[in-house]
């Protein structure tokens, strides 16, 4: 098996995203969708950490393209998979953008050194 053409985080923690909307449903139906679509050696999806975007959760990033989704729900879903993971499209809608109002325009400095 070789690399993933495709990783998604969906963020499952921190104090918002399970609140705000259902990740832990958002990231089940990813899954879902993947599997049934035959896709798991090339789509990953991923739990994730908090994101540090609090207030624009539930949040899903996808890689390679470095394309970060805000206030998902469950039936969002269908449409990153359809038009992001297999079309090449993003979700225009869904695609966040740090100028946006919101309480976390931009993320907060870390709470450690590295």
């Not at 393209?65 to 090449?88: K, P, T």
Request: hydrophobic share 35%; charged share 25%.
């Amino acid at each position: 098996m070789g690399p993933f053409e495709k990783h998604v985080f969906v963020c499952t923690s921190g104090s918002t995203c399970p609140v705000d909307g259902d990740s832990q449903a958002v990231h089940a139906r990813l899954k879902e969708l993947v599997k049934e679509a035959g896709l798991k050696t090339t789509i990953r999806i991923n739990n994730a950490g908090c994101m540090d975007q609090c207030g624009n959760g539930p949040m899903v990033v996808v890689y390679p393209e470095n394309i970060w989704y805000c206030h998902v729900r469950v039936e969002d879903a269908d449409a990153i998979f359809q038009e992001h993971l297999i079309g090449g499209r993003p979700v225009e809608r869904l695609i966040y953008r740090p100028l946006q109002p919101g309480p976390n325009k931009v993320p907060r400095e870390p709470k450690f050194e590295v």
